[in-house]
């Protein structure tokens, strides 16, 4: 062979591998370019998911925090109500209290002194059966009303925290 055919056959060669790996080369970033693709669309579809999923339990969150705050919204109006039912009740009380339209009595003790259980002298409203009884003062009686009025209104505070912790540990 003559050497021009040396270097035809040398730069022929030396062509079909310069076009066979860049073939190749071609043939390789486009099937990374495909499998980084689908990757990135299964990750995009992941990322997707999570987001609606987290949107989706927010949802829920949500719904049930306004749940439980119209319950405890409820719950407090009815413990004002009640609170509110129960002043008045007391200020109706401290009123008749003041205007002697009514009196408190105590029960006196029929051991102690000469009691022989028949009253010494009956009033003219009528006569009692059973045991003696004293008026109490009016004052007294003042006191002895705002005394259980605050009462009335801790067990009420009380009653709405007990429902208020019985709400949220739910």
């Given at each position: ?140 009686a003042q006191r002895i009303i705002s005394i259980t009025d605050r009462g009335d209104k801790g067990l009420i505070a009380l009653k709405a925290c007990q429902a208020y912790v019985r709400a949220i540990t739910r």
């Amino acid at each position: 062979m003559k050497p021009l055919d040396w270097q035809l056959l040398a730069l022929a060669l030396l062509l079909g591998l310069a076009m066979g790996g860049g073939a190749a080369w071609a043939w390789q970033a486009n099937s990374y370019e495909k499998a980084l693709a689908l990757q990135d669309a299964d990750h995009r579809r992941e990322r997707e998911d999570a987001a609606t999923g987290a949107i989706n339990r927010l949802g829920q969150e949500q719904t049930q925090r306004r749940t439980l705050e119209d319950r405890l919204q409820a719950s407090d109006q009815a413990h004002y109500q009640e609170l509110l039912d129960a002043q008045h009740i007391q200020a109706r009380l401290r009123d008749r209290l003041a205007t002697a339209d009514l009196r408190l009595s105590v029960l006196l003790d029929a051991t102690q002194g000469g009691y022989c259980g028949v009253p010494a002298t009956t009033g003219a409203v009528g006569v009692v059966h059973g045991g003696i009884r004293a008026n109490l003062d009016p004052r007294h009686a003042q006191r002895i009303i705002s005394i259980t009025d605050r009462g009335d209104k801790g067990l009420i505070a009380l009653k709405a925290c007990q429902a208020y912790v019985r709400a949220i540990t739910r």
